[in-house]
């Protein structure tokens, strides 16, 4: 499939898991691709960017820009986690986090406008999380995190459909990823955490970052050409399925 080819691609967040399958993807399926990230790696065009400086992040979208010849698509994908209860974090660790989650997007966004304006398919792709819409324990600041990147998304595709500009979100449940085995390893018992995660997930199994990647990739792309304001859930049922006890 070359449904992306011609276009350019910028991925935050693009080193590793869910961004770097969404990178290998989008190249696969013709997109030129720059990879934003602290530690962007030589798969693609890597540029060192802390979604968190916006001086950092103008350069370096600047610099995709230059390299790739425009911006089609941007995937919005950088972000950290937080565990814990409302009690459990202090207000620094709350901007900090809201700061990466939330104005990051904002700061990559602004800088990347003038070049999607610009572009005759423009598409914009957050990472949102099955978290801005079900309730998950342990996980107040990132699920407040997530629900105000879902409101973000459905406020900028109001903003930008009569520019020609589209934006959507995906929507994973616990995926299968870098940053999930860190917490996994931080468990006492990292089997039986696991198990339970998956066990929370009606398909009884983990997303994988592939399967986020192809949600992503399909948004992005000409074929969703009509599809803008849309959380799309990649959460193997979480969101939707009430099942019954298994006898």
Known sequence: MAELSGLAAVVTGGGSGIGQATARLLTQRGAQVAVLDLRPGDDFTGLSA???????????????????????????????????????????????????????????????????????????????????????????LYSATKGAVLSLTLAMAADHVHEGIRVNCVNPGTADTPWVGRLLDQADDPAAERAALEARQPMGRLVSAQEVAAGIAYLASPLAASVTGTALAIDGGMAGLRLRPRS
Request: proline share 3%.
């Open 50 to 140: 802390d979604v968190c400086d916006d001086a950092s992040v103008r350069r370096a979208i600047a610099a995709a820009a230059e390299a790739l010849g425009g911006i089609d698509i941007l995937v919005n994908n950088a972000g950290v986690g937080a565990a814990g209860t409302v009690a459990d974090n202090p207000d620094d660790e709350w901007h900090r986090v809201f700061d990466v989650n939330v104005v990051g997007m904002v700061r990559v966004t602004r800088a990347a406008l003038p070049y999607l304006r610009a572009s005759a398919h423009a598409a914009i792709v957050n990472t949102c999380s099955i978290a801005a819409t079900a309730g998950l324990p342990q996980r107040a």
